[in-house]
């Protein structure tokens, strides 16, 4: 079994920063992929960013030169440092892991960004 367990969302005016955390735990095996996922209400559920077992990173063209995805192989842990934020970020952000063709996921954690 694997779990994932999502940090540091909440509520942030417009041009301020967040740091989202994700650790995975139980069978983590290398060559993997972890990512990061939003959920706007309304809207379907998007890519933000993804970041391969070594280093490698993609990101959703909305949020390139604003958002950061880093981990920690060791740890099992995926970041996403978030600045510039903006209204239109608000959403629910979720963590996922692809491994071995299955992919798994948080219970998400919660981003508004509003004055």
């Known amino acids: 079994q694997v779990q994932l367990v999502e940090s540091g969302g909440g509520l942030v005016q417009p041009g301020g920063s967040l740091r989202l955390s994700c650790a995975a735990s139980?069978?983590?095996?290398?060559?993997?992929?972890m990512g990061w996922y939003r959920q706007a209400p309304g809207k379907q559920r998007e890519l933000v960013a993804t970041?391969?077992?070594?280093?490698?990173?993609n990101y959703a063209d909305s949020v390139k030169g604003r958002f950061t995805i880093g981990r920690d192989n060791a740890k099992n842990t995926v970041y996403l440092e978030m600045a510039s934020l903006k209204p239109e970020d608000t959403a629910v952000y979720s963590c996922?892991?692809?491994?071995?063709?299955?992919?798994?996921w948080g219970q998400g954690t919660q981003v508004t960004v509003s004055s």
């Open positions: 139980g069978s983590i095996f290398r060559g993997n992929i």
């Open positions: 996922n892991l692809n491994q071995r063709a299955i992919l798994y």
């Open positions: 970041i391969t077992s070594g280093g490698s990173t």
